[in-house]
Every structure is written in C-alpha cells, then in structure tokens.
C-alpha cells in the first residue's frame, strides 16, 4: 500500500506543481483506495484476468499490432478497416497500466513493455503516430486524405488516436514510473502543438478527446503548450467556413462534431454522443484550469439540457443509431435506443468533473445511474463479451440493424470493449473527494482509504452490501483526534429524485429523513448541495451510520416523451430493472404493471452472479386460438437491468404499460 501510495502522491504532487488554477475539489487517488466488497471488487478482478488478456488477445489476433509492426517497417497493408483501431491498443494499455497500479505483475508489465516498444518503432522522426499513412503514405486508408491532417476536421481520427496516446501514457508513468510510452507520447504532442494553434493550422477536432490527453499530459508537465493547444481546439468549433448554418442536416451544418457554433454560444447536447461527452470533459477541465468563466457557462447550460431531456432512465445517452447521436429534445424511442457503452463512459468522465467544479451531489447522482446501470450493461458477467448498444427492449418480432440482442467478443470497430477495459479499474477514485477540510464521501463500495486532511492521515473504512441494501457503515480513523468536515451524499433516489429533473419522477413520494448516527447516537445534520455534513474532531474508532431505505419505485416519464407514456419503469436504490423473457414464460411484451402492483425482492446469489430479483403478480395479455384477448394473472420477476442477456436470447423490457389500451396483432 505505501508503493501505491507513493505512487498517487508524486502524480498529484506533479499536478499541483504544474499550474495555479484547477478544480476547487480534488478526487482522492484510486490507488488510495482498496475495494473489499461483492459488487465491483469481482468486476475489477474479472477485469484483471479476463478482460485485459482477451483484449490484447483480440489486439493481436485482428491485426491492430500487426499494423504498428508493418508501420515500423515502413511497408505493408494496413490490415483492419478503421484508422482509429490504433487507439484500441492504447485503451488496452491504459486499462493495463490502472490494473498494475492495483496489482503488480512482472509478466504484464513485460508485455506492455514490448508493446511500446513496437509503438515507439511505429513512430515518425518527428513524432508522428499514426499507422494508417505511416505503413504506406502513397495508399492510405481512405479516411485518412492524401496529407496529414487534412480530414481531420471529419473523418481520419488522427488526433483521436493522439488523445488516447496521451491518456496510456500518463496512466502507465503513473504506474509503473516508466518514462518509455509518455516519451512517445511528448515527442507528438510537440509535433501537435507545433502544428496547430494561433497562426498556424486551424482545426476542431472531429472526434474529441485530444483535449483532454492533453490535458493530462499538462498536468504531468506543467508544460503550457498543452493546455494552450487543448483550449484552442475547444475555441475552434463553430468556426468553419465550409458548414451550411442553414442545413437541417447534423452532418452538413456541423452538429454532429458538435462543431456548427462556438462552443460558449453551445446550450445543448448534440451531434455523436461519445464526441460530445469527450468535448464537454475537456471544456470542464479548461474552465477549471483557466477560469474561463464563459466555458463554465457553457458546460452547465448543456448538463442541463442533458438531463432535463436526453438522458434514458438508465443512465445512458445517444438515442439515435442514425450516426450514434444525441436526438431532439425529448426524442427517447425505446425500440430503437441506440445507448453506445462508449457514450456511458464518456457521460461518467463528464459528470465526475462537474461534480469537481461545482461540489453538488446531483452529478454523482447520475454519475452513480450510469456506472450502475447503462455503463456495466455493456460488458457481459463473463468479462469478454460485449454490447456496443445498449437496448431498452427487445421483442420477438423486432429487427433493427443498429440495435444490438444478444452480446458479441468484439467488433470490427470495437471501441467500447477496450474503453471499458480502462474505466473499470479506475472506479476506485470516483468514491472519495477532498476540498479543504472536507471529505466527500460519493460512492458506497465497501472498503477502505488511505487519505490526508489537515496534514493528518485519515483511514476510512467503508462496510456495506451495496448497492443491495442501504445499510451503510463508516469507520473513522485519524492518526489522531482532528475536527474536519464528512459531507456524505444522499442519493436523490433516495429523496424522492429519479434524476435532478422533471424528466422522470416516482410515482409515490416518502419521507425524505435519512437517519444518520454517530457512535450509535442520532447526528442533527445539516444537507449542503446534496449532502449530510457532519462537523466533528474525529478520533480512531469513530463509526458513522446511515440507513438509506430501499423501496421498489415506480417511475414514470415527462408527458413530452411519447414513448413512455402511460407506463412504469422499476428502479430500486440506484439498480433499474428489466424483465426477461427466461423468468416470465418467455415473453415480456405482454406484461402489464397496474398502479396498484406491491413488490418483493429476493436476493438470490447463484443467479447472475447474485442479484436482487423484485417478484410481483401482474397481469399479462393473452391471445387465444381463436384470437379472443384476454388477461390473466402471472408470476413477475424482474432483474438489474445491467445483467440482462447472459442467459441466452429473448425478449427484454424496461417500460411497462400500466394498462391495456390497444393490442396489435402480428402475424409470425
């Protein structure tokens, strides 16, 4: 733990060394905090042992290495069909690297090692990396135009590939101290930097996340040639001559690179959902690290169109398959929900930093709705199968080439795969944040800390069975007595929030007093922007208490979202549900949930690696061979909505009618 520590400590003590201004609260390191619990601590391991072998299994076996390889060489054919499948080694590696920061192991680091050595072959002189022209620049991929960077504003990802570069680089320094991917790494910075910027090359990214890399890579620096070049690839969209302003067409007017206007004049969430999380990342990380008050302005006017109206009630955003985008305001069809896992992962990069501008537990709130629900649908229980999309209902008569049913190894452009492979392993620091003498406590995962407040250290320790039950334990231990403030997040689910909107609602309000004792006596909190605040001079062995109930909601949808109307979803804590063809007589297109329906639940641990299962009798509709309708009583079950299709093929369903209004006949 003192490695780890050391470790976490020099990257954050580089980062306060590297530039004055930055966000008011600071994430307590993942590498200081150790998970202990059911829930993700197996998620981490799988990934540990499964998903990162089959990941770089499946990087050599499709020909991404093998394209690094041919660029070295300087010969060959590029051997995949995208010029951004670079950028699945790098995720792989960076996912790697957070892995070997949790848990050394020589014969990983070894082969990452050997990894970078081929990518650090692949590179040109001058720093550029880019194996779809490197290979062979008189027959480059088609995506990629006759000159470097000259279809970058739409189609060659070539700074895309540069921004995930960034992010392994600094997660592997991090881990491992080595300096071998983040040389790569600098030397094309530079060349970027030296490309663009103030009277040079002028360019918005199309695929963003260069941004952020770079970001990074200032922050590990203090070089302000980075953060300069990430701000002025923010400052570059909306400025592009060759867009029609006056075409409807996302493509042609730029929303769909979130390029068709400046981005301080921007006031909704648009074009491609991955793009835009990315781009809305980095603008909070520019605010936060420039004062840029007019970004700040920005970034909140489009959270909020976000979750007032383009959010599904799982956490996941980018309804439409027609270019992976957001839709119009209230556009949320459920038959057709495209939900791309990597557009989940982008959304949780973007609230964590809202959350550290603004302190306010409602972007932890969604944050938690994603991580619980829309982002862990995307990866099987078994560690290495996929859902690129993410369904919000599957029935027998259904068929849409965008929508995925059943779960995949991989993809021909498998982003998501390799994107999960970074972000499970670092959901350690999302649980913990400090500002000042404050301690945010965010997430519950049982646990324990290794912290400092004051100049104290300070060991939490976390006990619960989250997020089954909303029994939480936290146990303080300072090195000695010290007075700091414990700001624990209420879950807005918890009081009476679906979300921090009107976009969806429960249907039955509860008392919203949340019991919280310290040392087995009732503590008189006070709630601050979502929090309880506990004011105290801590001592070891102080234990702090909180008993969040747990009901079955139902919940219902805004009046503006046509597909929801007149049904119920079901939520518990922060798990949505689904219902699943296997445990409902092979079909749950037929259920009805009444108004009136009361809920059990069951944990069951063999089933589905253990879950919460809610039970209830309802109706379902049945047609008779002579095609009379009718109704009659059923067993219910629902299951968390993220562990849905690991039992086969079948019908699936979140929204459910609360009555019968029509039925259509289909003819098999």
């Not at 639940?601 to 008779?624: C, H, K, M, Y």
């Amino acid at each position: 733990m003192k490695k780890k520590i050391f470790l976490a400590g020099m990257l954050f003590s580089t980062v306060l060394n590297a530039q004055q201004k930055d966000y008011a609260i600071q994430s307590v390191p993942f590498t200081q905090v150790k998970f202990t619990d059911n829930f993700w601590l197996p998620r981490i391991l799988v990934n540990r042992n499964v998903t990162i072998p089959a990941s770089f299994e499946r990087c050599e076996s499709t020909g991404r290495v093998k394209n690094f390889v041919m660029a070295a060489q300087r010969k060959g054919k590029f051997c995949t069909r995208y010029p951004f499948d670079d950028t699945d080694i790098y995720k792989t590696i960076e996912g790697a690297s957070y892995s070997l920061a949790l848990y050394p192991d020589a014969r990983l680091e070894a082969y990452i090692d050997s990894l970078i050595t081929i990518i650090g072959n692949a590179q040109e002189p001058d720093g550029y990396l880019y194996t779809a022209r490197t290979i062979d620049p008189t027959a480059v991929h088609a995506w990629s135009g006759k000159e470097r960077w000259e279809k970058e504003r739409e189609l060659s990802h070539e700074l895309y590939n540069a921004g995930h570069l960034y992010e392994a680089a600094v997660a592997h320094f991090m881990a491992t101290k080595k300096r071998s991917l983040l040389n790569i790494a600098l030397k094309n910075a530079d060349l970027v930097c030296s490309v663009f910027g103030p009277g040079k090359k002028h360019v918005a990214p199309g695929h963003e996340i260069v941004e952020m890399g770079l970001v990074k890579l200032y922050r590990t620096t203090g070089k302000k040639e980075y953060l300069a070049t990430a701000k002025f690839f923010i400052e570059e969209r909306g400025h592009f001559a060759g867009y029609d302003p006056k075409s409807k067409d996302p493509w042609k007017n730029g929303a769909y690179w979130q390029d068709n206007i400046p981005v301080t004049q921007q006031d909704e969430a648009e074009g491609h959902a991955v793009r835009a999380g990315y781009l809305y990342s980095a603008i909070a990380d520019v605010a936060a690290l420039t004062g840029d008050d007019s970004l700040l302005i920005a970034i909140d006017k489009i959270w909020n169109n976000m979750v007032e109206k383009k959010m599904y009630v799982q956490g996941s955003v980018g309804a439409l398959g027609d270019g992976e985008r957001y839709g119009k305001n209230y556009e949320l069809p459920n038959a057709t929900a495209y939900n791309e896992t990597c557009a989940a992962i982008a959304n949780v990069y973007w609230n964590q930093r809202m959350f550290l501008l603004h302190g306010d537990a409602k972007y932890i709130d969604v944050l938690e709705k994603i991580l619980y629900n829309g982002l862990i649908s995307g990866i099987g229980l078994d560690g290495k199968s996929f859902f690129y999309t993410n369904a919000m209902q599957v029935t027998h008569n259904f068929k849409h080439s965008d929508i995925e049913f059943s779960r995949s190894g991989w993809f021909e452009c498998s982003c998501c795969p390799t994107n999960l492979v970074r972000l499970i392993p670092s959901i350690p620091g999302y649980v913990y944040a400090q500002k000042d003498d404050n301690l945010y406590v965010n997430l519950f995962i049982a646990g324990s800390a290794e912290l400092t407040i004051k100049n104290t250290p300070v060991q939490v320790i976390q006990q619960n069975n989250y997020p089954w039950s909303g029994q939480l334990a936290f146990t303080i231990n300072p090195v000695k007595t010290e007075a700091f403030n414990i700001l624990i997040r209420l879950p807005g689910w918890a009081q009476n929030r679906a979300i921090p909107s009107d976009l969806y609602s429960f249907t039955n309000n509860r008392s919203t007093k949340i019991p919280v004792k310290v040392n087995g006596e009732d503590v008189a909190y006070t709630i601050e922007n979502g929090y309880a605040v506990i004011h105290r001079a801590w001592k070891k062995k102080d234990r702090i208490t909180v008993d969040i109930p747990m009901d079955v909601q139902k919940v219902t949808a805004n009046d503006n979202v046509p597909d929801d109307a007149g049904k119920v979803a079901l939520e518990r804590g922060p798990i949505m549900y689904c219902a699943e063809w296997v445990d409902n007589n092979g079909k749950t297109a037929n259920l009805i949930i009444p108004a009136n329906t009361q809920f059990g639940t069951e944990f069951q641990p063999d089933l589905l690696n253990g879950v919460n299962v809610l039970r209830a009798e309802v109706p379902s509709v049945i047609i008779g061979n002579d095609n009379s309708v009718f109704t009659v009583k059923q067993k219910f079950t629902a299951i968390p909505y993220y562990s849905w299709a690991n039992r086969g093929p079948g019908e699936m369903m979140v929204w459910f009618p609360t009555q019968v209004k029509d039925v259509q006949l289909i003819a098999k």
